[in-house]
């Protein structure tokens, strides 16, 4: 069994920072791609960024030059940076997991709020 567990989420002013990160623990071999989602209220769940295990980083658009995510493998561990936050960035994110061998995998989601 493979758990996913994120911290790093809050409530913070429009152009502040935040960083997420989110932490495999269990049983594996090794992980793949590790990403991350966001789903805003009322909005379907969408990807914001992913970084494979070997490879270039991929962005959403809308984060481009603001968000950095990055990899620790011998944590078992992804980060989001997350620089000069909007109103609009506002969702519940969640890490992705692509653990070999044994599938995909979700973290429980953490709330970031950017507000005045």
């Known amino acids: 069994q493979v758990q996913l567990v994120e911290s790093g989420g809050g409530l913070v002013q429009p152009g502040g920072s935040l960083r997420l990160s989110c932490t495999a623990s269990g049983s594996f071999f090794s992980i793949n791609t590790m990403g991350w989602y966001r789903q805003a209220p009322g909005k379907p769940r969408e990807l914001v960024a992913f970084?494979?295990?070997?490879?270039?980083?991929n962005y959403a658009d809308s984060v481009k030059g603001r968000f950095t995510i990055s990899r620790d493998n011998a944590k078992n561990t992804v980060y989001l940076q997350m620089n000069s936050l909007r109103p609009e960035d506002t969702a519940v994110y969640y890490c992705?997991?692509?653990?070999?061998?044994?599938?995909?995998?979700w973290g429980q989601g953490t709330q970031v709020t950017v507000s005045s």
């Open positions: 970084i494979p295990g070997v490879g270039r980083t």
């Open positions: 992705n997991m692509d653990v070999s061998r044994l599938g995909t995998y």
